[in-house]
């Protein structure tokens, strides 16, 4: 199942980003694809902001992981500088623990990913449209879209 929304600001992808993460459940994993400017970041301030996180999130570029609190623990992983690496750096405890994991740039850890996500693509429209395409993998995705939908 896949949903499509456009996106009219920045104001309005935080918004639909904060109504996804007070639906997410812990080990929930998504994917975040989209061009560098996207919106990638913008919507996952949101998505923390729905997580209950309170801290400042910014883009984990030169970390990989940040780890944040709010009702779950968030993980925000960036793996685009793992492109050619064969590195795992423990990701099942992340996919499968308490918390709910945003993974930037996922084609880089493919083999890794849980097979049970939420793939979301954010494509640049103009200055302040974007195109959020969310992807289900699995029945519980399935109902997060429809909620997200009504």
Request: hydrophobic content about 35%; aromatic content about 10%; charged content about 30%.
């Amino acid at each position: 199942m896949t949903m499509k929304r456009t996106m009219l600001s920045e104001d309005e992808t935080k918004q639909f980003a904060e109504r996804l993460g007070i639906l997410l459940t812990a080990g929930d994993v998504l994917t975040l694809e989209g061009d560098l400017g996207a919106g990638k970041t913008t919507f996952t301030k949101g998505l923390a902001k729905g997580l209950g996180v309170k801290r400042t999130v910014n883009s984990p570029t030169f970390t990989i992981i940040k780890e944040y609190m709010g009702r779950l623990p968030f993980y925000h992983m960036d793996v685009y500088r793992l492109e050619n690496s064969d590195e795992d750096l423990g990701f099942e405890e992340f996919f499968h623990g308490k918390g709910v994991t945003v993974v930037e740039w996922s084609q880089f850890i493919e083999e890794y990913l849980p097979e049970e996500r939420l793939d979301i693509r954010i494509e640049y429209v103009d200055e302040t449209t974007r195109v959020i395409s969310c992807t289900a993998r699995s029945s519980h995705f399935e109902q997060v879209c429809k909620e997200l939908s009504s």
